[in-house]
């Protein structure tokens, strides 16, 4: 391929970049099934052509003094809280609307009914149409039938609610993790910074995001210091990309000075006003196309449906066979019937003689599959359940019981590393100062009584890892062990952080007494931070600077 249509087809291939990816079956596919992908595709080009008319946004073309008189707000002031609350109460929250979900009556309706409940409910209905027809034309009616329907029927409840409750404790649980972190945005109001809740961010607050931020809202980006945002959720785009007040593209979801919702700020700060909030964002309008998405049943649930198939086939065919030749054998009408019913419900009425070695091989048949039919659906559930119970155990939650199942034809699992398999919890390892190599404790309960405090190159490095540093502890954790408080910021800043916290003294304090003047961020190009903060001791300035040891070395005078 030429260098010219090489490079066209890399520019087909980012402009088409936001797309929704369409998982392709690979399987054979007879002609009805290709005419419902081509439909189906059809409509999924529709939708994305929607969502490109949608996307016809002005916001980042037009000057910031006509954007701010559009959205009445002003970048040292940003919005009044009393126009803010108006613009609130207007247009409601900064949030996704959540997916139409199932009424619990329904989904109770399906635990009960759905499945091999319908055919055990068939047979339980049978059997007391076998006691009224036993009881109209007998003086002395077996009550086995009876019986029999009565425990199909409570099998059944039974099997049901255990199963609803079991999916909905799990679902009460996920949603549950929702709610357990809200994300929070800092916004400018009245001329104060403050920070929010992220739903509560309206179209024409200034935000501030910094590295390690998500990005609260749809933004169009006024100041950036070295500024990248992660984008990989929405474009599939794995490396970060700038992001700048320069508009570089018509296209808003091309351009640079667009910060998009819910992506994660990586390095650097920004400033920003918002643009779109909420559903209008384009995760939102994503989002909206993807909840239209049909839900592929699991392999376990194609694989029971298949067997309910053959199975109430074949009893049905059974049924049918025992009646046709119960009456061939001179039996009644009314004994063939019984007959029918019985075979289907696996339970032959007493007094019923069976005198053909013919019908009672179909009899045997009736009971082996009418047998395992009725059972199936109890051990299922209770397999899944315990399966369920010991992956819980392993701090596993699992959501649906048939996931259960699924998983274990699982072949390759793709997962993030950070904070899904390990604790995102980055610690100090080594340290070296005194030309030694220092080997810091790592285990949970560290005190940092290992490091030699008197060392006047240990406190300077303790210095330097405080002070030059954006990390900073969360309120309200006093008594929280240091090593487990959260915090804002980089992981390995935040490392550095409770590393000097644990050793040397509060880093708060410490800071307040050296004020920070200004500061050059870490970022990819300079591999290094400086920053300049007011002496305590006298009134010069202190600079203090870390970074990569290359970068660090070349400044450095003596070795």
Known sequence: MSAKYEKAA?????????RVAVQTDV??????????????????????????????????????????????TNFEQGLTKAKAAEILERDGPNALSPPPTTPEWIKFCQQLFGGFATLLWIGSVLCFIAVIVEFSSSENPQK???YLGIVLAAVVIITGCFSYYQEAKSSRI??????????????LRDG??????????????????????????????????????????????????????????????????????STNAVEGTARGVVIQCGDNTVMGRIANLASGLSVRDTPIAKEIEHFIHIITSVAVFLGVSFFILSWLLDYTLLESVIFLIGIIVANVPEGLLVPSHGIMIYMACSYVLNDIFEGMGCWILVCLTLTAKRMARKNCLVKNLEAVETLGSTSTICSDKTGTLTQNRMTVAHMWYDNNIMEADTTEDQSGGQLDKSSETWKALAQIACLCNRSEFKAGQENVPILKRDTTGDASESALVKCVE???????????????????????????????HEAEEDERHLLVMKGAPERILDRCTAS
């Open 502 to 532: 644990l050793s040397m003294y509060n880093v708060s304090d410490y800071r307040k007494k050296h004020k920070k003047l200004s500061e050059i961020p870490f970022n990819s190009t300079n591999k290094y931070q400086v920053s300049i």
């Open 27 to 72: 399987d054979g596919v007879d002609g009805k099934k290709k005419k419902k992908d081509k439909k189906k595709k059809k409509g999924e080009k529709k939708d994305l052509d929607d969502l490109k008319k949608e996307m016809e946004l002005d916001e980042h073309i037009i000057s910031l003094e006509e954007l701010y008189a559009r959205l009445e």
């Open 10 to 18: 890399t520019e087909e291939e980012r402009d088409d970049s936001y």
């Open 144 to 146: 086995d039938n009876l």
């Open 192 to 261: 104060e910074w403050m920070t929010i809740n992220a739903e509560s961010v309206v179209i024409g607050d200034m935000v501030e995001v910094k590295g390690g931020d998500r990005i609260p809202a749809d933004i169009r980006v006024v100041e950036a210091r070295s500024f990248k945002v992660d984008n990989s959720s929405l474009t599939g785009e794995s490396e970060p990309q700038s992001r700048s007040p320069e508009c570089t593209n018509d296209n808003p979801l091309e351009t640079r000075n667009i910060g998009f919702f």
């Open 174 to 187: 996920m949603e549950s993790f929702k709610h357990m972190v809200p994300q929070e945005a800092l916004v």
